[in-house]
């Protein structure tokens, strides 16, 4: 079982969840100072991963056009094209890249350094070790249009172009009516069953202001749990740049000692199964061997000398070296063609003299020895038919074969 702990900051104030993302089980949850947390967590070990949430309000979300595709030009780029909207210095602020949207501009999410620096420090020395770290404000439910999530005495909302903030629900009417028409046309507030009486009369503030076309979901459980479940790795990682998380050597170590068993594996089932291959052919040309030998023995029984079989059965067939290199070779290639067809031999005859071969063959219709002969031809060889008579159920038919060139 894999878990993963979520960690949420708000300042001083921590959010946990440690949950099994495979099963839904959740081991462990709470909310507290950063200190009670910090000395609760020394204590519990898990399989996962650690990933944690700014508070929104710790981090402007915005987008940025920059027509370059070159990261290091984007990298410098960045800063200065969004430069009026930051209230801190240029130099103070951390930039993290997202994905280009539909219009070509690219998400940015900017914090400050000191608070980056700050977080990550609180966190190493409690033990823990980030492996993605985002913007809760980015983790809200989405539909079509603006989405708002209704998180305790906080809001959160987010735009179709992905640019948002978070503020307090008191608030959350006025922001609304300061958006863009277009951003107010379609709007989705999501919220838990239990939010409370502030959070009907907020909407009914947002119902009330002119172009808006509200829609309310009910989240099956609570804002950060929502978060924690339906986390998402697409959102912009703010471990970009000097504060991004390297591989560590034992993971890397452990990677390849894991590719190399597994290649070692693949490597030992390439050789059993070529040596199986082997040991199964050796034994077919074995079978086939005492075969030979068998049926040599049963057509010239009084013959001893079987040492070379190949020359013994030439011998025997073509009494001369000569005649016997043109027989072998026509009845390779005439055996061949018939095996795997329908047809069925019942005799041949090999004359010397004129070195043709007359075979006599039964098929079920005249069109296949008409095939046959075709495929002789197409062969190399020279071939045509002799007689053909007609059966009950079957052809009789005589075919004379040669090698090109043959008299």
């Not at 370059?68 to 960045?78: D, E, F």
């Not at 000191?114 to 070790?129: C, I």
């Not at 924690?228 to 697409?234: A, I, L, V």
Request: aromatic share 6%; proline share 2%; glycine share 8%.
């Amino acid at each position: 079982m894999s878990e993963n702990l979520t960690v949420r900051l708000q300042g001083r104030h921590v959010d946990w969840l440690l949950l099994d993302e495979v099963s839904g089980i959740v081991r462990l949850r709470g909310k507290a100072e950063f200190e009670e947390f910090a000395a609760l967590i020394k204590d519990i070990s898990w399989t996962g991963e650690t990933r944690v949430l700014i508070g929104g309000e710790d981090v402007l979300l915005t987008s940025a056009k920059i027509p370059s595709r070159q990261q290091r030009q984007i990298i410098q780029a960045v800063p200065y094209a969004i430069e009026e909207e930051l209230a801190s210095n240029v130099d103070d602020c951390h930039f993290a890249l997202g994905k280009r949207d539909s219009n070509g501009e690219l998400e940015v999410a900017v914090i400050s350094r000191a608070t980056m620096r700050s977080v990550l420090a609180e966190l190493n020395a409690a033990g823990l070790q980030p492996a993605f770290m985002s913007v809760d404000l980015l983790m809200i439910p989405r539909g079509e249009g603006t989405n708002i999530l209704i998180d305790g005495e906080r809001a959160h909302l987010l735009t179709a172009d992905n640019r948002g903030f978070t503020t307090s629900i008191s608030q959350l009417a006025l922001m609304v009516s300061l958006l863009h028409e277009n951003d107010r046309h379609q709007l989705h507030v999501h919220f838990h069953p239990d939010a409370g009486e502030d959070v009907e009369l907020c909407l009914s503030q947002i119902e009330a202001s002119e172009s808006v076309n509200l829609q309310q979901h009910e989240l099956d459980y609570h804002p950060f749990e929502f978060m924690c479940r339906d986390f998402n790795r697409n959102n912009i990682n703010l471990l970009q740049g000097e504060f991004k998380v390297e591989e560590t050597k034992s993971a890397s170590r452990n990677g390849w000692r894991a590719a190399a068993i597994l290649a070692g594996c693949a490597f030992l089932a390439h050789i059993l199964l070529t040596l199986g291959q082997g040991m199964y052919l050796q034994m077919r040309a074995s079978a086939y061997a005492d075969e030979a030998t068998t049926l040599y023995k049963e057509v010239f029984p009084d013959d001893r000398n079987v040492r070379d079989m190949r020359r013994r059965w030439r011998g025997h067939l073509g009494g001369t070296s000569a005649d016997t290199g043109l027989f072998l070779p026509l009845f390779e290639e005439t055996a061949t063609v018939i095996s795997g067809s329908s047809l069925v031999l019942q005799n041949f005859n090999y004359n010397e003299s004129r070195g043709d071969l007359i075979l006599q063959l039964i098929a079920p219709r005249s069109e296949q020895l008409v095939l046959f002969v075709e495929r002789l031809i197409q062969a190399g060889l020279q071939a045509e038919i002799g007689t053909i008579s007609q059966d009950e159920n079957s052809v009789r038919g005589s075919i004379k074969v040669k090698l090109p060139g043959g008299g």
